[in-house]
């Protein structure tokens, strides 16, 4: 069966700093994966989606960006976190044409 | 107007009563819709699917999709406390669109259920 892992689970960081969440699908090949943030009390933001390795595309100007350096892996980074940058990030995956998508467990980011 | 609404609650129900809960989508040719349930402070799971016109029955949930007005809805039978969450109605963006692949997300229907 698959199962989607996300590290770390939560997140403290101060403006300005880095940021890398990482992203890693077990028990299948070649999936779409996805990124998503949810602010405080708001609906998912879909942020980055990739169809493959080095496929990816930003669906929202920011200051984050999207990599996969591998078939299941997902990589969320920043270079200089902001304030309106904190939230729960989710990463989700599908298969194929399928159109269902599973969720991560999330990890929840708060920059101070 | 937004491509996918919920009303976001909170709707209260009694324990043991129906939870009907509703979604209206703006994209007329969407064929995938999707039922998620959140509970506070973790992830969205899956609760069903449904592509077809009528009503898709899996244990106490039953998902209803009506195309032609545009709306899906999600019935939770014998709501329990533990049915407390916020709900979220998903549908596939449509092939040709700048949605292309991807799911749509409302903002969420809160549910309570009190005991």
């Known amino acids: 069966s698959q199962t989607i892992h996300q590290w770390p689970a939560t997140l403290v960081q101060p403006v300005g700093s880095p940021l890398s969440l990482e992203c890693t699908v077990e028990?299948?090949?070649?999936?779409?994966l996805y990124w998503y943030r949810q602010a405080a009390g708001r609906g998912l933001q879909l942020l980055f989606y990739?169809?493959?390795?080095?496929?990816i595309s930003s669906e929202v100007p920011q200051n984050l960006s999207a990599s996969r350096p591998q078939d299941r892996q997902f990589i969320l980074s920043s270079k200089k976190l902001l304030l309106s940058d904190s939230g729960f990030y989710l990463c989700?995956?599908?298969?194929?044409?399928?159109?269902?998508?599973?969720f991560g467990p999330g990890t929840r980011l708060t920059v101070l | 107007q937004k491509e996918v609404e919920q009303n976001s609650g909170p709707l209260s129900v009694p324990e043991g009563a129906i939870a009907s809960l509703n979604c209206t989508y703006s994209?007329?040719?969407?064929?995938?819709f999707f039922w998620y349930r959140q509970y506070s402070g973790k992830s969205p799971e899956l609760i069903m699917s449904?592509?077809?016109?009528g009503d898709k029955e899996d244990g106490r949930f039953t998902a209803q999709l009506n195309k032609a007005s545009q709306y899906v809805s999600l019935l939770i039978r014998d709501s329990q406390p533990s049915d407390s969450a916020t709900y979220l109605c998903?549908?596939?963006?449509?092939?040709?669109?700048?949605?292309?692949?991807?799911?749509?997300f409302g903002q969420g229907t809160t549910l309570q259920v009190k005991p």
């Open positions: 989700a995956w599908s298969i194929g044409s399928t159109d269902t998508q599973y």
């Open positions: 028990g299948t090949s070649n999936p779409n």
């Open positions: 990739s169809i493959g390795i080095d496929q």
């Open positions: 994209d007329r040719v969407s064929q995938s």
């Open positions: 449904i592509y077809s016109n």
């Open positions: 998903a549908v596939k963006g449509n092939l040709g669109s700048s949605n292309t692949g991807k799911l749509i």
